[in-house]
Every structure is written in structure tokens, then in C-alpha cells.
């Protein structure tokens, strides 16, 4: 299916489940499409950070979109990462991404290389000259160590090289530069910003980005979606208690040891356990060379979501 | 005066004038100070960042104080900064700044050297103990290269420490974290969390922050009094209205060659070009080595002005 | 052949050349492998970041890979680059690489993630697990974004997981501080330090590092072979004196227009420019979306070439 | 006393001791001196980094240069660092220094603002200005957070605004590119190039540098006497087993726990704990917040002291 332009709503960036030994777990992976896709949400985005694609070799990705897509059947559009060091590389995937039969294409910048702004733009071109499915850029500058500006983004927009940007740059002053300037420029309905600062998402959609991609959404699909209907009707102050609420639930991306593990281990496992404990997912192993979560903050996890209500 | 608890409303981190050969432009300044008071502004930053306290000597710094001091006349709280590399340093712009009249401290973490969370909170403690002046914690890590995490803060708020934070992280995920730790722990109602991200202030207001300190409120603070007033009184709609044109403005801190001169020329040179535009101060020069404007830029500048409607 | 232990000597990464249409240029490749073995090379590194390893599909890397195996005849050992995000994806390269006929394997930390040094070490152990060949890890902060610390390679080091390191990291106290721990635990002998601070190979080599992985060694291999070879006899001055005539001829890599273009752009353009000038390969081309060298640019590479007595 | 041209030698940067107060300790800091000069010290360098200078009061820097100055006595020259944040601030230390008999300048980049390359050079331009004493710039990117490239400085030692270089970055390479420049401009005999890359001097005075300004002189400055002679000497495999008994003894600065403190409590109150040990100093103090080596770090500290022969 064709994503609606522009692309709206509450799109989770999900979770890749694996089995014991590192397998993708396509059963629990349909299962958390299905959860997601009751709850309502607008869209799916496979093979993002939180979906572990950094760490998944080509045969899962492939595994792991094909599941998500034949579970998904349709319902709402499917985003695919394509993520990878440089342009050719990302070509490959996307070919691979349209095959497995993703709706939309998510691509970083150029990383691991020294890049600039006009390599930054003409990827972007030459990905999207090599496929009919439309492309969003991820704007993630922890991984990618540069930053997509406005000014980057702007022209990719106004020629249709863009459909859109998903903004997990935390720089939410620059978020609003471009949704000024992309208004300003008659691209408001046309080119999409979807935000990824979950803990910050009323004020984004109050600043007037079109849709929200937390990874918390895995967890708690239905807060957002009524944070996200409270703003869409401006109820404002109800939107913001409810990101109050999501965002004391965050802090089970933050139960592992920093001295033991870094950060992905912790976040990404902390939504693993957190769907592991709700019955969603089999296992809540992370891809290696990830450390698993000790027991006492699993049952950190588990407290957070008992606070927040989702264990009754 | 004693500043109220919470500290909020809008509180610019006010320009320092300087004459064509570099000192301080004392009518200038209270000229500045008068029309931000008469504009209704709740507090006034003198010696901040936006008040290049990082280019004056200390000489001009007491000068700069006592001219904002002398012209605020006891209408408003002033906030000081005490910027400097470490804490003893800070001890002494604290003294310096209690006898020339501030009414509350700001101040950064240890700069320049290597550092660690145990030591940023010993040496607020420090401070705070040397001082009978509230004190405020600032947050700009671009300037200081750490960041005044929630784990960091939030002790020294309940323990009476901090009486608020200044927050230029630009992180406002951060910030919602503190902010609702900050409630949960009953500390909402004396600790004060101003926001310096003043191209997204109607979020941090939505979030939950007391005020807000922005660097444009010295061109139109009028724009942001109208912001704050919108939010205080839930017309989310209208105060992201007034964002937005605020945003726009914002361009005008953005007109410097960057082949030409760095981020702080550009911007503090756009701050005081359109100062000297609109007739509050009499000579644009920002303090040595920062490198002058073209006129080129300047005419971006005016023309900014123009589309703001600040020149009519 | 299984490489020497500890492996010594010049290893030039190899700069892949491409056909105009961004193939991978056989011949060409074929040519420079060559030349480098009459030049006497103790060994080559393929698909390393100057062979723009980070630009390369899979099939591509396979060409490359296979055709420089195929080149070297058996002559010197072949080292295989296996960059990529994380382990898995890692694994599979280097069973690719082994089938292609790869010696030895250079594979980096985990990238685009955050890691921590428990995953890193995690990391290699897997890696080592699940190949026949000796590896070496590969120290690139300007690319991985995090620095392989002592601490960190030592215990690798006694454990025999790791073979040696290729440090690119520029941070020559710290690579002081391993060599000096390797050498008090007795691991002097089968662990080899390769350096590819190319400005600093003398006093590299005279700090204790066994080899020497220059960029610039694709285009001037004599010139590292007599450093080399002055060095390990003792000849201190003339390393110097050679050291500072590569020196001047680096400069060849910093020829492009940092306004348009990014360092990969400036410093892999600039090696090829000059290996086509040199008439070793039939095109200049970098990989997309690299930016070529402007003639001007190219034109200040040749003057190089000539400054250096390498056009005579 | 004019310093030689071009400064040559081991040059330490001293410590600052301070009693258990906090107070400088002038009569430890005299037999530091002291001490220093009888083993026979190029130069010294008062309040750099190692000297704690971001943690001192402008009177205790006073006290600090004043005590050096006397106990030095005209033997060799002092040189004094004028840490601050920019040109102004500067310019007051550096009228403080003259008056208190410094002989040479040492200044960094402006830090806490952004910057440019151009403004870098007017900074130096201008300090150079406004004062007697010869001016050497300090390459400090860890705290300064800028970098001084050959293309910055080339320029200001032609033009002799600059003396010399203090090289902290630990870039070897540009370090190398810049002598190569200096030489082929004639200026190799008027501009002295200073490495702080203390681990690494064996290889810096083979690629050309004129002296070296380490932190851990304060310790045993013997052995980088010996060192420095060794290499004047061409007798460069002495000159590194010398390097390489130091390096090991750099362990001292790397005590501290990181979890408990910053790396400057740990670098810092590891040369002063030696120090103290050594019965040069009285107290190992550092200046607050930063935190005290626990006891068993000290203990260790005392282990290398024994390992390297210094307590015997």
C-alpha cells in the first residue's frame, strides 16, 4: 500500500524479537505486529535502531521485514530501514526491502566515512533515483555523527527526493526550523516530519510535526495513541499528562548497569523485557555482543510497568 | 529583592552593549534594561552567554552588572552570571556580583578541565555555600562540553542547593525527564526549570517549565511575553502561532559568513545589529576576537525585522 | 599463507580503483597489486577504509577482495577488511573473505551503535570464534566513534584472540602505553602493533611497532620501504629525513575544497589522482557520492607528485 | 631574562601545591622549583594546566607565579600560562604575569564561545599586542575543545606574533606536518615547537620538535633530562628504553577510580601524591571539587614510584 501523504499518526519503530541462539523469532515478531496493529496504530517501522538492524545480517533483516509485512497484511503502510554505511550499500537493501514488500524506505546519511552536506544530499538522490517506493531520511546523529540541518533537508523536500524525516536528533529547536521554513515553502502537506524524541512528543505535535515513532510505542502502543488523539482534538493539557506518564515509563530503557553494558543493551533490552514480562514476546534476548539485563533490572522493568498500569 | 520561588515568566539573557572601542556602553545597557522592563519582562539575565560574559574582564562585568542593576531599579529580579573554569573563580564573580547587586547567581559546571558528576555537585555545593544568593544551575553544554543531567541535578534541587536550572541543552527530553522528577519528588513548586531553547519554548512551557530565557527576547520580547501568556492561559494553539513567527525571526542570528566567523559572532552580531536597528542601542560591535557582520548581513537582519513586523 | 607472527613490515591499504561507471576496475586493481609487490610490500590490506571498504556492495568487495588475492599470487600475505555495524553482520563478511582467499581478517568495533567495552571485547571473541584466520582489530575512532583502549586489546591480546592491532587511531601515547604493557607480559613476539599514523612511522617504529599500514604507501611504496628499511637498521636520521619528505607529499590528500566537499572526498580523490597520474590505474574515480577532485585540485596533486622526485 | 630563540629543553609544567586549605603552598612549590633546577630543567612553565591554573583565584595565580619567579631566581626562564576564556581576559593575566616577573606567555585558543580559525588568529594577534613577553600558543583540544592546525599557526609564527607552540593535542601527525612547513619556511630556528605528548618524546624529537613541557617532569624530571640528551645525542634506541620507563610510570596519573572522580583528580592528584610521597611537596592536595585519590590509589601510586627506581 501507498503511505498517505502526508504520512501521519503514531508509527512504532519496532522491536526485533530473537529467539535463544539469536534467531529472528518470527513467531513473537508476527505476534507484536498483531498487538500493534490492534491498538491502532498508523503505521509500522521495520528495521530501526530499536529493531536492532545495526546488528541483523541481511538474511534477518529479510526474515524479519517479510514477517512483519505478511502479519501487517496490508492493514497500515510498512517503513523499512535500509540502513547501512553508504549509498550503494543502502541500494542493495532497498532492492531487498522492496522485494520483501515494504511500503517506505527509511535511510541515514552516509556514516562511518567522512561526509558533507552536498554528499549527504546527493545520496539521497541517487537512493531514491534506484527505487519507486518513497523515502524518508533518519535523522539520528548518536549513530551517524552528523546532523541532517534544514538546510539539508529542505531542498530534498521541495524537489520530492524526501517524503520525510524521521527526527531522532533530539534537537528539537532545528525540528522547528524546518517545519517553519517546509510551511513557509507549501511542503506542510506534502513532506512529513515524524519525530523520534519520545518523551517530548506533545510539544512536538503541538510545533507541528505529523506523526510520532517511539520505541516505547512497542510497550505502550495506546498511550501514545491517546497522546497522539488528545493533540490531533487540542487537548493539550491531557496530552501532556499522558507524555508525563510515558515518560516516567522511559526510565525502563535505563535499568542496566552503565558499567557493565552500554546503552543500546540497556534500552533495547529494557523494551524486550518489558515485552517478554507482558507475555508479547518469547524472549527477551538482544543481539549480541549485547549484554543481557541482570535480574534485579528486569525487575526494575517490571515495576515501571506495574507504575504505569500495564500489568493489571 | 529576593526573586519569587518558583522562579518564571520570560527573563532575557540580556546584551552588553559596547562602545566602538570595546567598553562597556553603560546608556546603551540601560536603555536595553528599560525597554525590556517596560515590556513587562519578569526577570532580567545579566552576564550570561547572550551577554558575551566569556569576552568581558572583570572590570566590565561589574560594570555591566551595576548599569543593569542600577537601571532595573528593584522592578525585577536579576540573575547574574558568574561564569568562569571552576569553582573558586566562581566564589569570587559570586561575591563580586552580591556586591554590585544581583539578586540571584548563575552559574555553570567546571569548564576547560576534566571532570565527573560527584565533583559538578560538590562544587555547586561550594558555591551555593559561599553565598547567601539563590543560585542557579546553567545548562550549555555546547560552552561547557558536559551535561546537567537529571541524575545530577535533581539531588541538589531537593537538598536546597539550586533554586532552578537554566537550561541551553537544547535536550528537551532531558529536561521533561527532570521535569517530572522534579514533581513526583514534591520539588515542583520551588525548584525552577527555565528553558533557553527559545525556538521551542511553547513545548517546554506544555512540559512543564517555569520560564524562559530567551537570547531573541532581547529584540522582541514582547513576542515572547505574548507567548507566555498564551500558554499561562491554555491558548496552545495561539502561543505556537507566536512560535513559530519567533522561529522565523530567529533567522536573523544566522546571517554571518560561517567561511567568516564562528556561530557566536553570528549570532550575538545579529542580536545587537537588530538592537541597533531598532534604536535601543547605539553601536552593533560585539567584544574582540569575535569578527563584525558584513552589511550585507545586516541588511538580512533588517530584513527579518521587517517580516516580524518589528520595524514598522 | 598464514601470515608471520608477529606480522612486520610495509602493508599498504590498498585503494580500490574504479571504472568510470563505479564498477570495480580488475585490471586496475590487479595493476596496483602488482606494483606494490615489485616495490617489496611485506604484505596488503584490501577493503580497508582507503579502499573504501564503506562504499562497496558485497558483490563488489568479493571482486576486489578476490582479485587482489589473485594478484598476490601467494607472494605476501592478504589481509581482508570486514567492516561493517556489528558482529553477526561482521561474521558473515569474514566467511565471504575466507572463501575469497583472505589471510587474515581487520575488523573494527561495533559502529552506529553504542557500545561499551564489555561488547567490544565480546565482540572480537565472537568474531575470532568463527573463523580459521588470525584477526586483527582495527582502531579508527574518526570513523567508530569509539577508541580501542589498552585496556581494552590487551587481554585479546593474551588470549590469542587477537592477532595484532591496526591503529589509525592517531593517539600515539596511548599505542605507547600497549606497547610497552604487551612487551612486560611477554607478548612483544606474537602480537603486532601496525601503525597508520603515516605522518609519524618513525617515531613509531622507534616507540616499538612492528609495521606500518600507510594510505600514502599506495602511491610512494618505496618511499615507506626505505623508512622501513632505515628504521630497522637503526638509521634514525634518514627514517626522519624520509618521514618528512612523505610528509610534504600527504599534503596530496588535502587538495579538495572542504566547502564542497568531505575528507574521504578530498584524501581518497587525492591517492587516486595521483595513482592515475602515476599511469597505475585507468581512473580517478571515487565511489558515490563522494565528490570528485576539481582539475585544480588535481593539478596541485600532480605538483606534489613532482615536488616528491615520484614524476621523474 | 628573554628565553633562548628557539626555546629548547625540558621545560615541566609545574604543579601547584596547596596546603590542606587550599591555600597556594609557597614554600612546597619553592623546593619544587628548586628541585627542578638542580636536575638541571630548560625552563619551567608556571600555572599550565598541570599547574591547576582553571582552578585558581587571579591571586592565588599571582602567589603562585610570584613564588616560581623568585625561587628561579633568573636561572632558567618562566613562562606563564594566561588561561582564560578570550582576548580581553587574556590580555588582564598577561599584564599580571609581566608584573610578576614571567619571561614568556603561554595562551590558548578563546574556549566557552564558538569560534573560528579567524578569530584564533586575531585572538593571538591581539595578545601579542598588547604585551612584552614573547607568546607561545597552547594546543589543548581536550579542554579548549578547538584545535590549533599548522594552518592556523604557520601564519602567526611567520608574521612573529607567536614564539612558539605548546602542543597538548596529542596529534603527532599535524604536529609533524607543521614542522615540515616551519623548516621549508625558514622558520625552523625561530619557532619552538613544545610537545606535551609525554609518552611519546623519543619520537617527537626525531621528527623535530625543539622541547618537551611533561607533567610527569614534576616526578622525574631526570629521566626526561636523560631522554632529551639521548635524542640530542643520536642515540635514539636509549632515548626510547628511557621513553619506555616513563610511559610505564605515567600509570600514576590513572589511579584514581573513574567511577568516584574526573581524570584531572585522578592525573593531577596522582603527580601530586608522587610528589608528596617524594618528600617534595607537603600536602597532595588538589584544588576542590575535585576529589582525593582514595588510599589505595595512593598506595599504587607508590608502586610505580618503586617500580621506576624513584624511591631507592
Given at each position: ?5 502526508p504520512?501521519t499518526?503514531v508509527?512504532p519503530?519496532?522491536?526485533?524479537p ?9 513467531r513473537?515478531l508476527?505476534a507484536l505486529?498483531r ?7 498508523h503505521?509500522?517501522?521495520?528495521l530501526?535502531s530499536t ?7 541481511d538474511?534477518?533483516?529479510r526474515?524479519?521485514l517479510?514477517t ?5 497484511a496490508g ?11 553508504t549509498?550503494a ?6 532492492a531487498g526491502?522492496a522485494?520483501s514488500?515494504a ?6 546519511a552516509p556514516?562511518?566515512t567522512?561526509t558533507h ?5 546527493d545520496?539521497?538522490r541517487?537512493?531514491r533515483?534506484?527505487t519507486?517506493?518513497?523515502l524518508f531520511?533518519?535523522?539520528?546523529p ?9 538546510a539539508?533537508?529542505l531542498p530534498l523536500?521541495?524537489d520530492g527526493?524526501l ?8 534537537q528539537v529547536?532545528e525540528a522547528r526550523?524546518?517545519?517553519v ?6 511542503l506542510?502537506e506534502r513532506?512529513s516530519v515524524?519525530?523520534g ?5 506533545d510539544?512536538a ?8 515513532v ?7 502502543p495506546h498511550?501514545y ?5 488528545h493533540?490531533?482534538?487540542g487537548?493539550?493539557?491531557e ?5 508525563d506518564?510515558?515518560?516516567a515509563?522511559?526510565a525502563?530503557?535505563e ?9 543500546s543493551?540497556?534500552?533495547l ?10 507475555g508479547v514476546?518469547d524472549c527477551?534476548a538482544t ?11 528486569v ?5 515501571f ?5 500495564l500489568?493489571?
Amino acid at each position: 500500500m501507498r503511505p498517505p501523504v502526508p504520512l501521519t499518526g503514531v508509527i512504532p519503530p519496532m522491536c526485533t524479537p530473537l529467539t535463544p541462539t539469536g534467531d529472528v523469532d518470527t513467531r513473537s515478531l508476527a505476534a507484536l505486529t498483531r498487538r500493534l496493529l490492534d491498538a491502532g496504530v498508523h503505521g509500522l517501522f521495520a528495521l530501526g535502531s530499536t529493531g536492532e538492524v545495526a546488528y541483523l545480517t541481511d538474511a534477518q533483516r529479510r526474515t524479519a521485514l517479510e514477517t512483519v509485512v505478511e502479519a501487517a497484511a496490508g492493514r497500515v503502510p510498512v517503513l523499512a530501514g535500509v540502513i547501512d554505511t553508504t549509498t550503494a550499500r543502502m541500494r542493495d537493501h532497498a532492492a531487498g526491502a522492496a522485494a520483501s514488500g515494504a511500503d517506505a524506505l527509511v535511510a541515514t546519511a552516509p556514516f562511518y566515512t567522512r561526509t558533507h552536506p552536498a554528499e549527504i544530499a546527493d545520496h539521497f538522490r541517487r537512493l531514491r533515483a534506484g527505487t519507486e517506493l518513497p523515502l524518508f531520511a533518519y535523522d539520528i546523529p548518536a549513530a551517524v555523527h552528523t546532523k541532517l540541518t534544514a538546510a539539508i533537508v529542505l531542498p530534498l523536500a521541495a524537489d520530492g527526493t524526501l517524503a520525510g524525516l524521521k527526527d531522532s536528533s533530539g534537537q528539537v529547536e532545528e525540528a522547528r526550523r524546518l517545519l517553519v521554513a517546509a510551511r513557509d515553502r507549501g511542503l506542510g502537506e506534502r513532506f512529513s516530519v515524524l519525530t523520534g524524541s519520545e518523551m517530548a512528543v506533545d510539544g512536538a505535535l503541538l510545533a507541528g510535526v505529523h506523526g510520532v515513532v517511539p520505541g516505547l510505542g512497542n510497550v505502550d502502543p495506546h498511550g501514545y495513541l491517546r497522546l497522539y488523539a488528545h493533540a490531533r482534538a487540542g487537548r493539550w493539557a491531557e496530552a501532556a499528562a499522558e507524555q508525563d506518564r510515558l515518560a516516567a515509563l522511559f526510565a525502563l530503557t535505563e535499568t542496566g548497569d552503565p558499567a557493565r553494558m552500554g546503552g543500546s543493551s540497556s534500552a533495547l533490552g529494557g523494551f524486550k523485557a518489558a515485552l517478554h514480562l507482558l507475555g508479547v514476546i518469547d524472549c527477551p534476548a538482544t543481539a549480541a555482543p549485547q549484554v543481557p539485563l541482570e535480574a534485579a533490572a528486569v525487575d526494575r522493568v517490571r515495576k515501571f510497568l506495574d507504575d504505569a498500569g500495564l500489568t493489571a
